[in-house]
């Protein structure tokens, strides 16, 4: 195998070739780094990368760990030390994280090289990358589209083999929507499971950090890296964590999987929902028995997870100010001055749009009619879920309505690109776990688009929504598809 050939691989299989010493881990940074400036110009994924840095790292990689010498790609909102991390904003640019975060450290532990800073919605804050403040990532199955966010610049990357593996983070599906639009499989553990100490937050009490991979056994072998406790971190599980990986290959005789009627309604892409269909179909003959439920809650989910997520926004946003690091306003009159235009200039549309909200539900008079009501409302889609998982093992439902839409198709109307949370939110609200993959293509345009299916699985249920996942996934095609700059480009 060529240098060439190497960025197109899994990471199951890139450890195979480390640890038979067949290639060392420097050979592959250095095949990596030359895909990326072959085909980065188009699709714009990353931020930032410290090819000294990682270059150090592979010299001394132990490619008898887990993830040994296997570099992954890091969101912009994690801590790498040493590294830049802007949140895509520019009240951020310039500063450089002083530590890892736990999921960094973990990942080092387990023998892997973070290698690259990924673009992003501004500090998470959307469902499209259109909302950095430093470039526009584009889709690689056609470079006029999204490719979902906030973890756009992850997706892309893992899509065009730019990574072989990546790191997002999710508070209302910026995991699972950036993977259904880019055709990879992304995964969002339950809530606690993995740490976030050093992510920057957006909204704690939803925020989650995941995978995005090329297989569902790469999201396994990532998983079994960054799970755990972290006294580090008040929210952090004391659990145990399984090995991931140890289902794997096991058949769905047996499993009874749910059908939400609320998850298939009305204004579906026609084509999402034929594909959808035939998943589930597939799903049947592998054995599992489809079940109908019912998740009657879910028409408020939206509105409630942008009334806490934006709550959360405003308190955990309020430590950005032109102080003690990242932009500052020049020449203020006072600190008022600084502060308001600090805030003013170095925020971007969306993140002001999302603090004022955030500050107006909190606000004296309204914080019982939104804020306390919304949390109630919380309870009653966590029970929902409670309640359907007392019937199946897992939820089946689509990703994403709809499949990556054009650039500026949404923006200029921000509910509609809120909407784009309408299938994966609920189970940041209720803290279960959810993955999504590859499940077919739409036609548009005369392109393909991939689409995504999720499966939902109750809190600590990850291994078993990975058994699924990867069941279906063996006996299908799909994750085997590559976007036409993969293809072109492969020997860039």
Avoid at 59 to 75: F, Q, T
Avoid at 203 to 220: F, Y
Wanted: hydrophobic share 40%.
């Amino acid at each position: 195998m060529t240098g060439k050939d190497l960025p197109a691989l899994s990471i199951a299989d890139l450890q195979s070739l480390l640890r038979n010493r067949e290639i060392s881990p420097r050979e592959v940074l250095e095949a990596l780094r030359a895909r990326i400036e072959a085909v980065d110009g188009e699709i714009a994924a990353y931020l930032s990368l410290d090819s000294e840095a990682a270059a150090r790292e592979a010299e001394k990689a132990n490619v008898d760990l887990p993830l040994g010498g296997v570099p992954i790609a890091i969101k912009d909102i994690i801590n790498v030390a040493g590294e830049p991390c802007t949140c895509a904003s520019k009240i951020l640019r310039g500063y450089r994280a002083p530590y890892d975060a736990t999921v960094v450290r973990k990942l080092r532990a387990a023998g892997a090289i973070p290698f690259g800073k990924t673009n992003m919605d501004e500090f998470a804050m959307g469902s499209s990358t259109e909302n950095s403040a430093m470039k526009l990532t584009r889709n690689p199955w056609d470079l006029s589209r999204v490719p979902g966010g906030s973890s756009g610049g992850s997706a892309a990357a893992v899509a065009a083999n730019e990574a072989f593996g990546a790191l997002g983070t999710e508070t209302g599906g910026s995991i699972r929507q950036p993977a259904a639009l880019s055709g990879v499989v992304g995964l969002k553990p339950t809530y606690g499971r993995v740490s976030r100490f050093g992510v920057v937050a957006f909204a704690s009490s939803l925020d989650q950090v995941g995978p995005l991979t090329k297989t569902v056994r790469d999201s396994a072998l990532i998983m079994n890296a960054i799970a755990g406790h972290d006294e580090q971190e008040t929210t952090s599980l004391n659990e145990p964590v399984p090995d991931y990986t140890a289902r794997l290959g096991e058949d769905l005789r047996g499993f009874r999987l749910g059908l939400a009627k609320e998850y298939m309604i009305e204004g579906i892409d026609p084509q999402v929902k034929a594909v959808i269909n035939a998943a589930v179909k597939h799903l049947n003959s592998l054995g599992a028995e489809i079940v109908d439920v019912s998740l009657p809650h879910t028409d408020y989910a939206t509105a409630v997870y942008y009334i806490l997520a934006t709550a959360e926004a405003s308190a955990n946003l309020a430590r950005f100010d032109g102080v003690r690091y990242g932009y500052r306003a020049e020449n203020p009159k006072d600190l008022l001055d600084l502060y308001g235009r600090t805030r003013g200039e170095g925020f971007g549309l969306e993140v002001k749009r999302r603090i004022i909200l955030g500050t107006y539900v909190l606000s004296s008079g309204y914080y019982d009619a939104y804020y306390l009501r919304a949390q109630k409302v919380r309870e009653l889609i966590r029970r929902d879920f409670a309640r359907a998982f007392e019937k199946v093992d897992a939820l089946i439902s689509p990703t994403s309505p709809v499949p990556a839409f054009k650039f500026g198709e949404r923006t200029a109307d921000p509910l509609q690109m809120y909407l784009a949370d309408i299938f994966t939110s609920s189970a940041n609200l209720a803290g279960i776990c959810g993955i999504s993959v590859p499940c077919g293509f739409t036609e548009a345009d005369g392109q393909r688009l991939p689409i995504g299916l999720q499966l939902l699985g109750k809190a600590l249920d990850e291994a078993r929504i990975l058994q699924i996942a990867h069941a279906y996934e063996q006996s299908t095609d799909w994750h085997k598809a590559r976007p036409p700059i993969a293809a072109t480009r492969q020997n860039a």
